[in-house]
């Protein structure tokens, strides 16, 4: 075996114990997503550089000698043979590839959705994760490097959670993530459907621990407090610069590019801990420390609060107990107490949730009481599953015609399905108009919170199959090999693999498959095949080696290397051989953690601030861990090779890995830039906000969210920019607007803005002609425009709804738009057949009665008006608050009809309404000649909140219309303090008028 082969195997190794730690801690707050597609990204990247690896070794490897015997098996036998999940991964990704191919829209199926990231190209990802690992893992120092990795990663992401619980995090999450903590992962069912994949590992763990113990062949051993000391060191070593990171966030602008850094470090000093000899002692301290981390594990899945993965945990639970205890004839005896127990606990679970349950009253315990409310499809989560699946359901048995046109395989949707990550797009045809009272309407659901239906789906019963007959094949060669396991650790290892399938199979028949269950899962089919084709080497009797990596024949032959000189600090800090080992580990070590200090405080000198530039910075230091890791354990000198063509195979594919990272990782840089644009839109710096859109689309020329973020910006440009066009007359093209400056973009007219959005959002059309959005957006657009500049502009906005209720017909908000559209080119009778198609698409949603109310009222049809204006009132109280209030109430008072509205409005005043109803009724008061009225409720606005300027200028002008000069002077000057800059002007206006008036 060449250096170079070497090399690489280390190499590979190196890259999935890194990736098996950034997946559940990486999250990058400069980046729109934050979570779910950065951790798929570096996962991707991570995976083409083991690829480059493998090849290396394969180009290096000398052909096998063929067999002399006739009745051996041919090469697709041996591959078989060599990996026995070999047939059904195939033909997973088989029924991924021709759902791919047949898909509605096969580059998002391809390269996943912008929101999820989980394409093909993502499950090759994962594929490619499991055979590099089924392939390269081979000896038990491996496979204890490995699963170190997995449960000291945990030990973070749980903690986080508590931390959240306690109310210390100190990013400033959007959301809530106090009463349900989300840790790492951004969702509380995210983070615990993580945890409970883990909990198996560490159970394992545990129970051999435990195992040592009871043998009384274990060795008492030496004292094994460097040891302890060491591992303790390490755990808060890890957390510490965790948070660190987290706190100094706040503090020093630009500091968490760092993550990955940090993270390479953290699985340098993992990975590198040299084997300790098994002793009763260390069994003892293992045994104390699993415990620990177990209870840590299950605290924070309990602070989730999150009931799928509970359910998870509990039959991942049952299926390890039981295993150990058939596997232990000390326990055998304790297997039927185990299933009464559980049984039990089953039957508790379904008394509870029963609608006249005796238990009923416990509902309403904190974290508990959720455990009720599984049955429960009437409100919250549960109803809005209910309502997906019945969706879902309409969708697989009518297969409508998702575009314009007929769908050429309508009939073969049911076998081949919609294609991966499309069912955002497919669902809009039987979207639930009441699903939308209860999540955003603009959004169609992507996941059924069911991983079956999503295959389903998405794969179609193809993928559906290959999937199942995969999870079944693993469990049948799982129980195969625990049958067989000649050792109790394998027996242990083997149930902890079933209990994290299991959980994970029970976990997501509620939830969503997330980038870092399907990598613990794809890890955990690749452990069953280790351990189905290479038992006897990993669980062979081992011994120390005297030298960190390489086997212990050629340790044998190896010189003994003297231990360097260790650093007071460093020796004050671990005190512990196991921190710092040989001499190459320690220099190895240490020479990382000094180039990546170095390169940050280089970096951070320079003052970097391009988002390409940092994003490939930080995946540079987390890449740089692999070599690292890899020199560390074992590199020896020349760095020879075998076979003269592996320098042309290892420079071809590094340079196709290196273009494909490239572009992976530019859709990081480009949500960076997509997340300062929305920070300039957020500021209203709109000419701002589209150079940072332009720069995201630089970076992904193919994804059509950032080109609906520009329109947006565009659009917002024409509602503040002047009249007057730009001169000479701007003719915009998708290239000069993609290069177009703040400075020029803020001395645009309005209708050269309008344009530069319609060229822009035609654009996302193109991309994505699926997605009702863009046609939507382009609808509002042009409403906009004929509002302002051009009537005509308003049959185009209609064009483009019909188009949009067409991919989407259950909409009723399109419906509700297309209404008031036409009602604006006063086209009544249309607007009121999509105003009514509207409101029996969806009769609980307000805005649907608003509009079909200000039909009947262009159509002077009051009495009717006036009682879809009160329902939707009783629906929402805010309902009629909005910038057409004043018409509908000048129309009310010429037709005699305000003052049951105002007597509406005080009733909804003394149930406590929001600020606005009263406003709005103080308003209507006035308008009915009710000053008195009318100033008392501006009173009480201003009592509540003094810095309303509104209010303060309605009370103004009230007191005017009363004759009183000087409390209108008085009212208008507060209403000037604290007045926005844009109306500072009119209020001056108005308190000289009054006080040049006579009192």
């Not at 349900?180 to 993580?194: C, D, E, K, P, Q």
């Not at 435990?210 to 303790?232: F, H, M, S, Y």
């Not at 185990?338 to 379904?350: A, C, D, I, M, S």
């Not at 006897?536 to 044998?556: C, N, Y």
Request: with cysteine; hydrophobic share 50%.
């Amino acid at each position: 075996m060449s250096r170079l082969q070497q090399f690489s195997e280390r190499l590979i190794e190196a890259g999935w114990l890194v990736a098996l730690v950034t997946v559940p801690l990486y999250f990058d707050v400069y980046s729109s997503r934050v979570f779910e597609p950065d951790k798929i990204t570096l996962l991707r990247c991570l995976v083409l550089v083991m690829l480059v690896a493998q090849l290396a070794v394969l180009a290096e490897r000398a052909p096998a000698r063929p067999t002399a015997h006739a009745d051996s098996p041919g090469l697709w036998g041996r591959w078989c043979t060599a990996n026995p999940l070999l047939i059904p991964t195939a033909l997973f990704v088989l029924a991924e590839l021709l759902a791919t191919v047949t898909s509605i829209d096969p580059l998002t199926s391809l390269f996943g959705s912008y929101q999820r990231l989980q394409g093909t190209y993502t499950l090759l990802t994962y594929v490619a994760l499991f055979f590099l690992i089924a392939v390269n893992l081979r000896t038990h120092e491996q496979l204890n490097r490995l699963l170190n990795v997995v449960l000291v990663t945990s030990v973070p992401v749980a903690l986080y959670g508590i931390v959240q619980h306690l109310q210390l995090d100190p990013l400033p999450w959007g959301g809530d993530v106090v009463f349900r903590v989300t840790s790492t992962m951004g969702n509380a069912i995210f983070l615990a459907a993580y945890l409970i994949m883990v909990v198996p590992f560490t159970g394992v763990r545990l129970v051999t621990a435990l195992q040592r113990l009871r043998d009384p062949a274990t060795p008492e051993g030496k004292p094994i407090g460097q040891v302890v000391t060491g591992w303790a060191t390490l755990i808060v070593v890890q957390n510490v610069l965790l948070a660190s990171l987290l706190i100094l966030h706040s503090a020093i602008l630009g500091i968490w590019w760092i993550a990955t850094g940090v993270i390479g470090v953290f699985t340098v000093l993992v990975a590198t801990q040299p084997r300790v000899l098994s002793s009763r002692r260390l069994a003892r301290a293992e045994a104390i420390a699993m415990a620990g981390l177990l209870v840590l594990q299950v605290v924070c899945i309990f602070l989730t609060q999150s009931r799928g993965p509970w359910l998870g945990l509990l039959v991942g639970a049952l299926v390890f107990i039981v295993l150990i205890e058939l596997r232990t004839p000390a326990a055998r005896k304790l297997l039927t107490v185990t299933l009464e127990v559980f049984v039990v606990l089953g039957v508790l679970l379904v008394v509870f949730n029963l609608p006249s349950s005796p238990l009923a009253r416990f509902r309403s315990v904190p974290y508990i009481g959720r455990l009720g409310q599984l049955s429960d499809v009437n409100d919250g989560t549960g109803r809005v599953r209910v309502l997906i699946w019945q969706g879902t359901y309409a969708l697989l048995t009518t297969r409508p015609d998702v575009g314009f046109q007929p769908d050429p395989l309508g009939v073969a949707r049911l076998v081949v399905g919609y294609g991966p990550e499309t069912m955002h797009e497919a669902y809009n045809k039987v979207y639930p108009p009441a699903l939308g009272d209860l999540e955003s309407r603009n959004a169609s659901p992507d996941r059924n919170h069911n991983d079956l239906l999503d295959h389903l789906v998405m794969e179609g019963i193809g993928g559906l199959a290959a999937y199942l007959a995969l999870l079944v094949w693993a469990l049948v060669l799982a129980w195969r090999i625990f049958r067989q396991s000649a050792t109790y650790g394998e027996a242990a290892l083997v149930a902890g693999v079933m209990a994290v399938l299991c959980g994970h199979v029970a976990e997501t028949q509620t939830g969503i498959a997330i980038v870092s269950t399907k990598t613990y899962f794809w890890l955990s089919l690749a452990l069953l095949v280790v351990l189905a084709t290479r038992s006897e080497d990993i669980w062979k009797r081992t011994v120390p080696m005297p030298i960190a990596g390489g086997s212990p024949a050629s340790a044998r032959n190896r010189k003994p290397v003297k231990r360097a000189a260790r650093p007071p600090v460093v020796l004050a800090a671990a005190s512990s051989p196991v921190l710092l080992g040989e001499s190459r580990r320690f220099i190895g070590i240490l020479a990382y953690i000094v180039v990546f200090v170095v390169g940050q405080l280089f970096l951070s000198m320079a003052g970097v601030s391009d988002a390409r530039v940092l994003t490939y910075g930080t995946f540079l230091w987390l890449a740089l861990a692999l070599p690292a890791w890899a020199w560390i354990e074992g590199w020896q000198p020349p760095f020879t090779v075998s076979r003269p063509r592996t320098g042309w195979v290892i420079a071809v594919a590094g340079l196709v890995a290196l273009v494909a990272i490239a572009l992976n990782l530019n859709q990081i840089a480009a949500d960076v830039y997509h997340k300062q644009g929305t920070l300039f839109d957020g500021q209203n710096q709109y000419a701002d906000s589209t150079y940072a859109y332009e720069k995201a689309i630089s970076l992904a020329p193919t994804q059509a969210y950032y080109y609906l973020f520009l329109g947006r910006a565009y659009l917002e440009v024409a509602k503040r920019a002047p009249t007057t066009p730009m001169s000479p007359p701007f003719q915009p093209s998708l290239a000069s607007l993609l290069t177009m400056t703040p400075s020029t973009v803020s001395q645009m007219g309005q209708v050269d803005a309008l344009h530069a959005a319609e060229v822009v959002l035609k654009e996302a059309q193109i991309l994505e002609p699926l997605n009702p959005d863009h046609y939507a957006n382009l609808a509002r657009l042009y409403r906009l425009w004929g509002d302002a500049q051009d009537k005509s502009k308003l049959a185009d906005a209609s064009s483009e709804y019909r188009l949009a209720t067409t991919l989407s017909p259950h909409s009723a908000q399109l419906f509700a738009e297309w209404a008031m559209t036409s009602l604006d080119a006063g086209n009544t009778g249309d607007a009121l057949g999509h105003a009514q198609r509207a409101v029996a698409l969806d009769p609980e949603y307000a805005l649907t009665h608003v509009v079909l109310g200000d039909v009947y009222l262009a159509q002077h049809q009051d009495e009717q008006a006036l009682q879809e204006h009160l329902k939707a009132l009783s629906l929402d109280p805010l309902a009629l608050s909005d910038a057409s209030f004043e018409t509908r109430v000048n129309q009310y008072i010429a037709d005699k009809q305000a003052q049951t509205l105002a007597n509406r409005y005080q009733q909804l005043v003394r149930q406590g309404a929001p600020r606005q109803v009263r406003a709005s009724y103080a308003f209507l008061l006035a308008r009915l000649g009710n000053l008195q009225a009318a100033e008392q409720q501006y009173v009480q606005l201003l009592q509540q909140d003094p810095t309303d300027w509104l209010s303060a200028r309605n009370l103004a002008l009230t007191y005017a219309q009363e004759g009183n000069g000087l409390a209108a002077v008085a009212a208008a000057k507060q209403a000037l303090k604290y007045a926005p800059s844009d109306q500072t002007s009119s209020l001056q206006q108005l308190i000289n008028a009054y006080q040049q008036a006579k009192p």
